[in-house]
């Protein structure tokens, strides 16, 4: 991570070491991707040129150009760091008045070549002592004090471009709003974040909130979540979590901590995610969801409809009944309608299906696809070889490996 | 829009006329107000001393004084309504953070001495008439809190400008004095029985600097931004700017008058301003004096809650927060924070009795005058940047005489700092 002010009046060097001049200000395109494509250089006689980012191979004390390299000009939908972006005022949606730019947050990649993109703003009061180049000293002032000091930031995903084309820095949401978000576009919205400004996020959430928007993160992000905690908050998280995604996030820590965090949750949940985490090897394991309704075939429709008033209220996902002998083996299904549409004292053995359409723990998962979307199944009764249910993958399940494979973006 | 236009041009004269005045009443405030509060008790003070020293013959000072403050003023609530951008916003996009923080600086140490000036005239005021400071300065802070954070604009503009009414005393006072009107108006545009010696021109200095000040530029600036006026009404704030320079100066000439009608005519000398209202009483009457000390005791509160205003405005316009009269006061914490501060500041230090007052007010009053050369330069170079203004950039012989002006102003306050320093 780089900041603008740092860069600004280094000395600009070719490869053999001539001084071209000093960076004056820096160009990029603002999109979504707010990539640097040029460079204004302040040359030695004073005057000023823009050169192509490409030709930069280096930046340390000082930054490094090629020798040969050509000069360009500014493109229509380019702006300039220094001139557009930094000192700007930020507004909101609502046109509230927020802060202004105190600094500019340059990422920088060497994966393929050198490239900058801007990754943020800096909003805090470090950024502006930055600026007037104090900020090592009342760092050190600080730290001798024990007074924690931390940046604030923006991301660049929370800066509309479009707006800034016309010279205003407008956030993309009311800062009170983030709140009324549905969790999973809050999880979305931090995803465009750093891992360090989720976790600043998470903490002004109440607790019920940030279990949903957590569940709803990227897989990656969760990782970075749970690395970092400490065990209690860990395990806080992940008991509130569905069994599946709660050990979607258990498979994502070290064994250890692992352990020490199942330790911390009650005993019906703990044997619950260790099940499952011993499912979670095979191919359906990690997808399917321990939570499904069963009953003897004996019970009638009033039973039926009695014990899913009792059992199921805290189901995320309910459309069959899993109907069971007497030695816990599944016999049949009942969807919720021929339910409905059965007079109440009706047994249900009388009316259930028993042509089942099941799965395994070692059924590749193509397989299972298949027979949900063939079938048109809410969702797939996985059980063992003893015809005992272990579990269910749902339809939801199927379209998240689907979109996924869609759309790789999205994962 | 053009239907409109046409409208108006085939309009009866008498009709077209009440439109003007209807358009001007809704404008009318932010050049006005600035204006009265340019004569706060700080500025009263400096006016009973000149007209207690000098007589009638200083109030031709009044008159360029007039043209200065017109000319300045114009050039602020020009720039807020074409940039919509107060003087705060455009030195940080401009010039960056250090600069921002080097004016800003300098403003609020000098608004602080401001608003301790008028505090201490407060103070004197009224123990002169048998107040007691130790409850009416809290009183104050408190009320003039109160006002700005539970008011909105429009309720903060309405007292203000009631407040403005208050200088009507002045006039009172004056006439109290039985003055010799015919030397005295005639002394505005002609100049009679000036003797030019080091003194005049201190005094003449000192009422340039008490009434066309750094918190006064950006004031009309942020309050013309703060009323959120549309960029076609510049032709109706432009006149309401004009007619507060005047304004301004009116009520100046009557505190000159009062003074000089009376204590210079006698020969009797004012140690400080403040002491005005005490020292007119044998000559212009009970009324006249007691009047005229409400007139400062008005012009005091008006001042320190104006030029604390003034800071909170710019801090926010420097830093880029919130920072609106008509914000609630959730969001606008800093801006009403702030203006807190600074009166709790003031009040504190006036109510300490082992303080120098006066070697306060005098070393804030030299800061103001480096500060003043810096705002012009800034005034200038954004009043001629196309960029910026656009069509609304200065005229040549417009811009002509804004340099004269300022050269003036510069020159004066150059004169003032290096008296204060060197004991000239």
Known sequence: ?411 | MLDLKKTIKTMPLHLKLKRYLFTFFAIFGPATITAIADNDAAGVATYSLAGAEFGYSILFVLFFVTILLAITQEMGIRIAMVTGKGLGDIIREKYGVAMSFAVFGGLFIANMGTIIANFSAIKITASLFGLSPLNLIPGIILISFLFVVKGNYKTNQNIFLLSAFFYISYIVSAFKASPDWGKALSSVVIPQGIVLSKEFLFASIAILGTTITPWGQFFVHSYVLDKKLSKDKLKYEQAETYFGAFLTDFFSFFMIVATASTLYTHGIKLVSGEQAALAIKPFAGELAGTLFGLGILNAGFMGIIIVSLTTAYAFSEFFGYEGSLDAPFKRGKLFYGIFLIQLLIAGSIVMLPSVSLFKIVFYTQSLNGILLPIMFFFLLTITNDKEMMGEHINKKWYNYFAIISSILIVFASIITISQNLFHL
């Open chain 1, 1 to 411: 991570m780089l900041y603008y002010s740092e860069l600004e009046g280094k000395q600009i060097f070719t490869e053999d070491n001539i001084k071209i001049g000093t960076l004056n200000d820096i160009i990029f395109k603002p999109s979504e991707q707010a990539k640097v494509t040029k460079i204004v250089i302040k040359s030695v006689h004073k005057n000023k040129f823009i050169l192509p980012f490409k030709f930069v191979y280096k930046i340390n004390t000082s930054i490094h150009i090629q020798k040969s390299f050509q000069i360009s000009e500014l493109e229509e939908n380019e702006l300039f760091i220094k001139k557009n972006l930094l000192d700007k005022q930020i507004i909101d949606l609502s046109g509230n008045k927020i802060i202004r730019v105190n600094d500019v947050i340059l990422h920088e990649n060497v994966t393929s070549g050198l490239t900058l993109t801007v990754s943020g703003v800096d909003v805090g009061w470090l950024g502006l002592t930055r600026r007037i180049k104090i900020e090592s000293y009342i760092s050190r002032l600080f730290h001798k004090l024990h007074i924690p000091r931390a940046s604030v930031f923006l991301s660049w995903a929370d800066i509309q471009p479009l707006d800034l084309m016309r010279g205003k820095v407008v956030l993309k949401k009311e800062e009170d709003k983030l709140d009324n978000l549905r969790p999973e576009d809050l999880a979305d919205y931090l995803e465009q974040t750093n891992e360090r400004n989720i976790r600043r996020f998470l903490k002004i959430l109440e607790p019920k909130r940030s279990v949903e928007v957590v569940s709803n993160l990227n897989l990656n992000y969760q990782k970075d979540l749970f690395q970092h905690w400490i065990p209690e908050k860990c395990a806080q998280i992940i008991q509130n979590m569905e069994p599946d995604k709660a050990v979607d996030a258990l498979l994502t820590v070290s064994r250890r901590k692992r352990e020490s965090i199942l330790a911390l949750i009650e005993e019906k949940k703990r044997n619950i995610f260790s099940n499952l985490i011993s499912f979670s090897k095979t191919p359906i394991g990690k997808r399917m969801t321990p939570i499904f309704f069963t009953i003897n075939s004996s019970a009638t429709v009033k039973d039926t409809i009695q014990k899913i008033k009792n059992d199921t209220h805290n189901f995320t996902f309910f459309a069959t009944i899993y109907v069971v002998n007497n030695n816990n083996q599944l016999v049949g299904v009942v969807n919720l309608h021929e339910l409905l549409m059965q007079s109440s004292e009706t047994p249900l053995y009388k009316f259930m299906i028993q042509n089942l359409i099941v799965a395994n723990l070692m059924t590749p998962i193509e397989l299972v696809i298949r027979k949900i979307v063939h079938y048109r199944l809410p969702a797939i009764p996985i059980v063992d070889s003893n015809k005992k249910m272990l579990g269910i993958v749902t339809f939801d399940d199927i379209v998240d490996i689907i979109s996924k494979k869609l759309f790789p973006s999205y994962a």
